[in-house]
């Protein structure tokens, strides 16, 4: 089927009238500059067509625009390309969005090359993309540290100052999990663990009560002094707790082999 011939100011009308954001610029001309913006690029960016043309696209970019998008775009032109590229650019009135460009070559009847160019406002797809990233590196450090030496005993170690939530979270993921694994015994390990908050070793009791009730066995390893002297003074002390001044000792009592 056979396209029926438009008139250019036709074309340039549609042009100027398109929804999509629109801009051409000719690689000739040293700079690549723009010789043409629609009205959807002078809303997109807040400048107007006069403050646009003869410019090229860095008037748009910032100190944090990426230098490698920048370089994809530059090869595209060079090597009479097409490529789109997510770019960190401002608007007039300094405020940033993330700007899908693409672009690729044309020619016009005289073989004179230009390049067309759509753009496409797409920070909120950006922003939730960041939001899932940083929601899953979240979610990667709320997994237990919990360490499984076969399929009946694990090593769960704290280490540092312990805070309140970060304990009650460490808690809450690693009954989970070595309930999910069927772990018969846990070496809770406290190694390098100096003090905690007012209530630590309740919480602990209660921790190793919980994990009691689920049918693992809990072996206490590395507590220091002072840890020792709060546990033993406690009320709540646990009589069929086991404990042991390193974990080695203990695996050595369990009869595991560290390689």
């Given at each position: 089927m056979e396209d029926?011939?438009?008139s250019a100011s036709i074309m340039y009308k549609?042009?100027?009238?398109?929804p999509s954001s629109v801009i051409i610029a000719d690689p000739t001309i040293k700079g690549a500059p723009f010789v043409f913006v629609n009205h959807s690029f002078e809303k997109l960016t807040g400048y107007?067509?006069?403050?646009?043309?003869?410019?090229?696209?860095?008037f748009l970019q910032g100190p944090d625009t990426n230098v490698e998008s920048l370089k994809q775009i530059s090869d595209a032109i060079r090597n009479e390309k097409s490529t789109t590229q997510i770019l960190k650019n401002y608007k007039k009135?300094?405020?940033s969005f993330y700007n899908e460009l693409t672009i690729q070559p044309i020619w016009d009847e005289n073989n004179h090359l230009y390049y067309f160019g759509t753009q496409k406002d797409v920070t909120d797809v950006v922003r939730l993309q960041k939001e899932v990233r940083r929601s899953e590196e979240i979610i990667e450090l709320l997994k237990p540290p919990t360490i499984l030496l076969n399929h009946e005993i694990a090593i769960l170690p704290v280490s540092g100052y312990v805070g309140r939530d970060s304990f009650d979270l460490l808690c809450e993921k690693s009954s989970q999990w070595?309930?999910?694994?069927?772990?018969?015994?846990?070496?809770?390990?406290f190694t390098g663990t100096q003090k905690g908050y007012d209530g630590f070793i309740q919480a602990i009791h209660a921790f190793c009560q919980?994990?009691?009730l689920l049918g693992i066995q809990v072996i206490v390893t590395g507590l220091n002094a002072k840890l020792v002297q709060e546990w033993s003074a406690d009320d709540f002390w646990q009589k069929d707790i086991k404990f042991y001044a390193t974990v080695h000792?203990?695996?050595?009592?369990?009869?595991?082999?560290i390689k």
């Open positions: 029926y011939p438009i549609a042009l100027r009238l398109s107007s067509k006069d403050e646009i043309i003869g410019k090229n696209g860095s009135n300094g405020e070595l309930y999910d694994k069927e772990v018969e015994t846990l070496l809770f390990d919980q994990l009691q000792q203990a695996l050595h009592d369990l009869k595991i082999e």
